[in-house]
């Protein structure tokens, strides 16, 4: 649980933390990716039968729904939009290292790294 402000869209696709906008952001204007979006998405594969996969994308596809939070866009293509209804982004940071996880309300167990999961 979260004590930061959580953004959600009016249809609970994706929400973001404060913490994981300001990386994103921060991550586009260091790559000179100004006006980029975030693709999330999920891919079969990992040691639980899906992953999660986030990139740099330009623009998104006809086939995308778009969800801008907290002056981010996420593009998310739909054979993954079932998967990550009510999923939210965040960025951690702890001794083990740092780095974006997927909070998940579909995955019914998660593998310890927290980058695949089983639905």
């Known amino acids: 649980m979260t004590t930061e402000t959580e953004t959600q869209t009016e249809n609970q696709i994706v929400n973001v933390t404060d913490t994981a906008a300001a990386k994103i952001?921060?991550?586009?204007?260091s790559e000179g990716k100004e006006g980029y979006g975030i693709r999330l998405s999920v891919a079969g594969g990992g040691c639980h039968g899906y992953q999660y996969g986030m990139q740099f994308e330009e623009a998104s596809t006809d086939a995308d729904q778009v969800i801008e939070l907290q002056g981010v866009k996420f593009f998310v293509d739909a054979m993954s939009l079932p998967m990550l209804t009510g999923a939210q982004v965040d960025y951690v940071e702890s001794m083990q290292g740092s780095g974006f996880a997927i909070n998940n309300p579909n995955a019914q167990s998660t593998c310890g790294c927290g980058s695949s999961f089983s639905a």
């Open 25 to 29: 952001k921060e991550l586009l204007l």
